[in-house]
């Protein structure tokens, strides 16, 4: 099939493997570049310390939220980020959204979002999503509608209501 240059991209998803870990490990370490770039380690050291926390995270996602839907988010077929959703009788819970940084900016995980927006919406739910301060994504929920219910220090709880505002309607 040909790919007309500047079309959008195709998004879909398959549930994670055992397979994709070392993905997952590499989509995790990128996501906090940014943050390791200033800390006077090592390569070997970093890299080190992000493989460990990776594997708290991961445990920890996989006790706390065992029943989730753990999805790889697929780019025009390439693996491009991680969905975790845990569906609950009155929201859904957005336990986690990463793309690798190629991916980033050019309206995926708006489409995500939106996507994930519109299914609560039509089961009456609300989403919420835990955001850490100084992630640039904040933003964007703000854009959507999100609106802070709770500050738990570092992180803030973010909801969208599909009864709390038009603008941020899917």
């Known amino acids: 099939m040909d790919t ?10 398959r549930p994670v493997e055992d397979v994709d870990r070392p993905f997952l490990a590499r989509l995790y370490a990128s996501t906090r570049q940014e943050e390791l770039a200033p800390v006077p380690w090592s ?3 970093k890299e080190a310390f992000l493989a460990m926390q990776f594997e708290a ?15 790889v988010v697929l780019v025009d ?14 929201e859904i819970r957005v336990v986690d959204i990463a793309l690798l940084p190629a991916f980033r900016r050019r309206g995926i995980g708006r489409g995500l979002m939106r996507q994930v927006m519109s299914t609560a919406a039509a089961s009456g739910r609300c989403v919420r999503i ?18 802070e219910v709770d500050d738990q220090g570092v992180y803030l709880l973010m909801e969208w209501s ?9």
């Open 4 to 13: 007309v240059v500047g079309s959008p991209p195709t998004v879909a998803f």
């Open 43 to 45: 390569a070997a050291e």
């Open 57 to 71: 995270q991961d445990r920890f996602y996989a006790e706390h939220f065992g029943d989730g839907d753990f999805r």
């Open 77 to 90: 077929g390439e693996p491009a980020g991680r969905l975790y959703l845990d569906p609950r009788p009155d």
């Open 130 to 147: 835990h955001v850490e301060r100084n992630n640039p994504a904040l933003r964007l929920y703000r854009r959507l509608g999100f609106r």
């Open 162 to 170: 599909p009864t709390a505002t038009k603008e941020g309607a899917p």
